[in-house]
C-alpha cells in the first residue's frame, strides 16, 4: 500500500490506517477471533497503522492489539491515547467518569498502555481529549519528556483549536492530529486543517465513513444493539437518518460511475483532500477491511471532488454529530 508521512519528524505510514475502537467497544457485541482474522489481513494489505486507546474497552482493545502485532517487531505502528478518568466499576461507558491529563495520570496511563500492548515503544501518542484543568503546555511538557526516554517516538492531538495546536507546537513537534472528519463532518475545513498545514502537522481523520453511515449500508438505529452509542447520537435518528439517507443515495449512484462502492468513494473523497492525511475507518470483518482498503486505489475526478463537496454541503446534513454532553469534550 502506499506511504504517507505525518509531520515532518519522520513518521511514515500506510495511507489508510484501521480504527480499531469498535472491535472491542462502543459499537455492540464483539468477536475477538474475528477481529484477529481482520488485523492479520490488514497486514497482509499494507495497512501498518492501527489506531487504539485506553479508553476503549476500557483496556481491552490494546490487549487485543498486542495479540495481533505479536512477532511483528517494528512494523506496525501503533497509535493510542491517554486523558479520560477510568474507574474500576461498572462496565464500557460506565467506567468513564471525565477528563485527567494531570501529569502523574498521563505518566502511569503511558506505563500501562506499554505493558498491555507488549511493547517498549508507543509510536504515536495522543492526548484523547483537552482537560482544562491542566495546560496544554504541561500536557506536551510530559508526552516531550516520554520521548526523550524511548518510550514514545511521536506526539499528536485529538479534537483541539487552532490556538491549542500553535501552544502544544511549541513545547514541542506535533506529528499528528486526529479529528473527525467525512464528508458529512466539515467542520477542519474551517480552520484547523490550515493550521496544521502551517505548522506541518499531519490530519487523521476518525470516522472517516461517518461511523458506517455513508457505505449506504446503515441501518436504523433502533436495529442497532442497546450498547451501540450510535442509537443516541442526533445524527442517527429516524428524520435525520432519513434526510441524510437521501444523499448517501446519491454517493452511491456516483460511485456506481466508478465501478466502486460508496464507502471506496467517501474514503477516496477524503484521501484526495491532501498527501498529508491519513484516514483511520474502523472495520471489525475482512470484507469491510478490503472494501476500504480499495478506496487508496481509487483515483477520483476533481470534478467529482468538488461536486461531492456541494451534495455533502454541511448545510444540508441532518442533525449534529454528537450530543451536548460529547461536545463539552471538544475544544472550540
Known amino acids: 500500500m502506499q506511504q504517507r508521512q505525518l509531520g515532518n519528524q519522520g513518521l511514515q505510514v500506510s495511507a489508510l490506517g484501521l480504527g480499531c475502537m469498535g472491535m472491542t467497544f462502543a459499537y455492540g457485541k464483539n468477536d475477538e477471533q474475528q477481529a484477529l482474522n481482520t488485523l492479520a489481513r490488514a497486514f497482509e494489505l499494507g495497512v501498518d497503522f492501527l489506531d487504539t486507546a485506553e479508553v476503549y474497552g476500557p483496556f481491552t482493545n490494546e490487549a487485543l492489539l498486542a495479540k495481533a502485532i505479536k512477532g511483528r517487531g517494528d512494523k506496525i505502528k501503533i ?68 520521548v526523550r526516554e524511548g518510550k514514545v517516538r511521536y506526539l499528536g492531538l485529538s479534537e483541539i483549536s487552532s490556538q491549542t495546536l500553535r501552544r502544544a507546537h511549541l513545547v514541542h513537534p506535533i506529528s499528528a492530529l486526529q479529528s473527525e472528519y467525512s464528508l458529512w463532518s466539515r467542520d477542519p475545513e474551517q480552520e484547523i486543517l490550515a493550521t496544521c498545514r502551517e505548522l506541518n502537522v499531519g490530519f487523521v481523520p476518525y470516522s472517516p465513513l461517518g461511523r458506517g453511515f455513508l457505505t449506504g449500508k446503515f441501518p436504523a ?18 428524520e435525520a437518518h432519513e434526510h441524510n439517507q437521501k444523499l448517501v443515495t446519491e ?43 480499495g478506496a487508496v486505489k481509487l483515483a477520483l475526478n476533481p470534478v467529482d471532488v468538488e461536486k461531492l463537496d456541494r451534495l455533502f454541503n454541511p448545510q444540508k446534513i441532518y442533525g449534529e454529530r454528537y450530543t451536548e454532553a460529547e461536545f463539552s469534550l471538544v475544544d472550540k
Open 79 to 146: 497509535a493510542t491515547k491517554f486523558g479520560f478518568r477510568i474507574t474500576e466499576h461498572g462496565e464500557g461507558w460506565e467506567r468513564i467518569t471525565g477528563v485527567n491529563s494531570d501529569p502523574a495520570h498521563i505518566r502511569q496511563s503511558v506505563e500501562a498502555s506499554l505493558k498491555r500492548l507488549g511493547v517498549e515503544t508507543i509510536e504515536l501518542l495522543y492526548q484523547h481529549r483537552l482537560d482544562p484543568a491542566v495546560p496544554i503546555e504541561d500536557v506536551v511538557g510530559v508526552m516531550s519528556d516520554l
Open 221 to 238: 438505529a433502533e436495529m442497532l444493539a442497546e450498547d451501540d452509542f450510535r442509537r443516541y447520537l442526533p445524527r442517527f435518528q429516524q
Open 251 to 293: 454517493l452511491n449512484n456516483m460511485a456506481q460511475s466508478y465501478d466502486a462502492t460508496a464507502a471506496q468513494l467517501a474514503l477516496a473523497w477524503v484521501l484526495a483532500k491532501g498527501n498529508d492525511i491519513v484516514p483511520i475507518p474502523g472495520a471489525s470483518k475482512i470484507n469491510h477491511l478490503e472494501d476500504n482498503c
